[in-house]
C-alpha cells in the first residue's frame, strides 16, 4: 500500500463535506479539508440560515399589524434594515465557530486554501504545496448562474443579498423557483415594491400545481408584481445609480437593485478533475454511483457538485453514508425517495411523495383530499389568506403517496407527516389519529 499524507482529503467545507469529515474522523480516519472561504458552505454562510433568520424578520410586519386586532396596542414602527442584517450576519459567524470547532474536536485538520485535483490520489493546494491521500471527496457546492444579457454584471445573487447597505424601496426578482419566491417574501414585508420576472408562466415547478396557484394569488393579492413570458433584453445603469430592465415587449421597470434567482450550477471550474478522469454530465456536475463514487475509484463526491437533490439535509446524509461506506465498513446508499421540501415563502410551501399529476401518471387510480381554509389566526386578524392541504391517495391500496401545503407553519408541520408518507401509512391511518383540536394541523386527520 503506498502512504498518503491523509487517509481522505476533502475539497469544500460545507454541510456535505464536514458531516463526511466529522463520521470519517470517528470512524478512525485521518482527515484534511481544503476550503477557499468559509467554513459552513452554502447553507450556513450565505443560504439556508441566513435566508431563515430574515424571514423571521420580516414576519414582524405582518404579526405587528395583526397584533391589533389582538388588542394590542401598537405604535408606529420602524424597521432598521442594518440591525438585522447585522444581526443575522453575526449569528453567520457564530455558527462558523461551531462547525470549526466541530472539526477541530475530531481532529479534522483544516486547510484555509483552494485546492485542485492533480491525479486520482494528489491535489495541489494554491500555494504550490502538493498534498496525497488515499481517498479525496468533491463537496464543492454550486453557485448561482447569472443569465448572459447586457448588463448582467449590475444584478446581485443570493451571494450578495445578505450584505446590502440599504433595503431597497424597489427590487426585481429574476426566476420563480426557491430563492426568488423566499426573497419576494422577504422584501416585501420589509417594505420594497417587488417585482418577479419570470421566463415562463409557472413557479417552483416541480411542486403540485394547485398549491403553487394559490402562492401566486396570494403574493398577487398582497402586492408582489409578476411579468409572466419575459424575456430580459438588459439593464442598464442610470446615472443616479437605479437600474432600468429593459425586456423584448412591454415596458421596462426601474429598480434599485435586481437579484438573480435563476439557478445553482456546480462548482466544477477548474477543479483539476480531468486529470483524474472523472466524468462529469452535461451540466457540468459530477457523475457519481448510488455510493457517491465518480468515475475515478479513489475520488467520490457529495452535496449539490453532484446535483441530485440541491437540498442541505441530502448532502448530509450523503455525506455520512460515504465516509460509513469507505471508513466504516458500512456500505449504504441514501434513498431519495420521499424526500420532504419547503419553500419558505409567504406562506410558506411544503410537500413530499407525489404531486397530483405524477401520482396520475404513474398510478392507476388516484384519490384527491384537500382542506381550503381560512387558518383562524386569520380570519381573527382579518387576513383573507386560506390555506390549502391536499393529501393524494393510490386508490387501489389506500396508501398516502403525497402531501402537500400552504399556509402558516406548513414546513413545520409537514415535516412530522412525512413520517407517515415515508413509513408508507395509508390514509385509514391518518382517518384513525384523534384530530389535536385546535390547530392547523389537525386538517390532516380530518380530510374527507
Ligand atoms: P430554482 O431551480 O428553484 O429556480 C430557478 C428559476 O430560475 C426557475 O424559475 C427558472 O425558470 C428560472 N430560470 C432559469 N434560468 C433562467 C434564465 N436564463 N433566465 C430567466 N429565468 C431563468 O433555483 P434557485 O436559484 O431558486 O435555487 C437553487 C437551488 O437551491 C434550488 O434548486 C434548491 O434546490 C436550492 N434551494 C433550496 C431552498 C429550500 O430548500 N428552501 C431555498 C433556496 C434554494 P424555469 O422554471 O422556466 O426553468
Known amino acids: 500500500m503506498p502512504s498518503h499524507d491523509y487517509d481522505l482529503l476533502i475539497i469544500g467545507a460545507g454541510s456535505g463535506g464536514v458531516r463526511a469529515a466529522r463520521v470519517a474522523a470517528s470512524h478512525g480516519a485521518t482527515v484534511a479539508v481544503a476550503e477557499e472561504y468559509r467554513v459552513g458552505g452554502t447553507c450556513v454562510i450565505r443560504g439556508c440560515v441566513p435566508k431563515k433568520l430574515l424571514i423571521y424578520g420580516a414576519h414582524f ?78 463537496a464543492t ?56 420576472v419570470n421566463r415562463g408562466t409557472d413557479l417552483l415547478r416541480g411542486y403540485d400545481a394547485q398549491i403553487r396557484d394559490r402562492l401566486l394569488q396570494i403574493s398577487i393579492m398582497k402586492g408582489i408584481n409578476f411579468r409572466f413570458n419575459a424575456k430580459m433584453e438588459m439593464i442598464e445603469k442610470n446615472t443616479d445609480g437605479t437600474l432600468c430592465v429593459r425586456f423584448e415587449s412591454g415596458d421596462p421597470v426601474v429598480a434599485d437593485i435586481v437579484l438573480f434567482a435563476t439557478g445553482r450550477r456546480p462548482n466544477t471550474d477548474g477543479l483539476g478533475l480531468e486529470s483524474a478522469g472523472v466524468v462529469l454530465n452535461k451540466t457540468g456536475a459530477v457523475e457519481v454511483d448510488d455510493y457517491s463514487r465518480t468515475s475515478c475509484e479513489s475520488i467520490y463526491a457529495v452535496g449539490d457538485v453532484t446535483d441530485r437533490l440541491q437540498l442541505t439535509p441530502m448532502a448530509i446524509r450523503e455525506g455520512h453514508a460515504f465516509a460509513d461506506t469507505v471508513f466504516g465498513g458500512n456500505r449504504r446508499k441514501v434513498d431519495y425517495r420521499c424526500v420532504p421540501s419547503a419553500v419558505f415563502s409567504h406562506p410558506p410551501v411544503a410537500g413530499v411523495g407525489l404531486t397530483e399529476a405524477q401520482a396520475r401518471n404513474q398510478l392507476g387510480a388516484v384519490k384527491i383530499y384537500a382542506s381550503d381554509f381560512r387558518p383562524m389566526k386569520n380570519v ?21 403517496v403525497g402531501l402537500h401545503m400552504i399556509g402558516p407553519d406548513a414546513p413545520e408541520i409537514l415535516q412530522a407527516a412525512a413520517v407517515a408518507v415515508k413509513a408508507g401509512l395509508a390514509k385509514h391511518d391518518f382517518d384513525d389519529t384523534v384530530a389535536l383540536h385546535p390547530s392547523m394541523a389537525e386538517e390532516l386527520v380530518l380530510l374527507r
Open 141 to 196: 457546492g454550486a453557485w448561482p448562474i447569472v443569465p448572459e444579457i447586457e448588463g448582467a454584471e449590475h444584478g446581485i445573487t443570493s451571494n450578495e443579498v445578505f450584505h446590502l447597505d440599504s433595503c431597497p424601496g424597489r427590487i426585481v426578482i429574476v426566476g420563480g423557483g426557491y430563492i426568488a419566491n423566499e426573497f419576494a417574501g422577504i422584501f416585501h414585508q420589509l417594505g420594497s415594491h417587488v417585482t418577479m
Open 380 to 400: 381573527l386578524a382579518g387576513r383573507d389568506e386560506r390555506a390549502l392541504y391536499k393529501m393524494v391517495v393510490d386508490a387501489t391500496t389506500d396508501r398516502v
Open 61 to 138: 410586519a405582518e404579526d405587528l399589524k395583526d397584533a391589533r386586532r389582538f388588542g394590542w396596542d401598537v405604535p408606529e414602527c420602524d424597521f432598521e434594515w442594518i440591525t438585522l442584517r447585522d444581526n443575522v450576519l453575526a449569528d453567520v459567524d457564530r455558527l462558523e465557530g461551531l462547525y470549526k470547532s466541530t472539526l477541530d474536536s475530531h481532529q479534522v485538520e483544516l486547510i484555509h486554501e483552494r485546492a485542485t485535483v492533480t491525479g486520482p490520489h494528489s491535489v495541489q493546494l494554491a500555494s504550490g504545496r502538493d498534498i496525497s491521500a488515499r481517498y479525496i471527496l468533491i
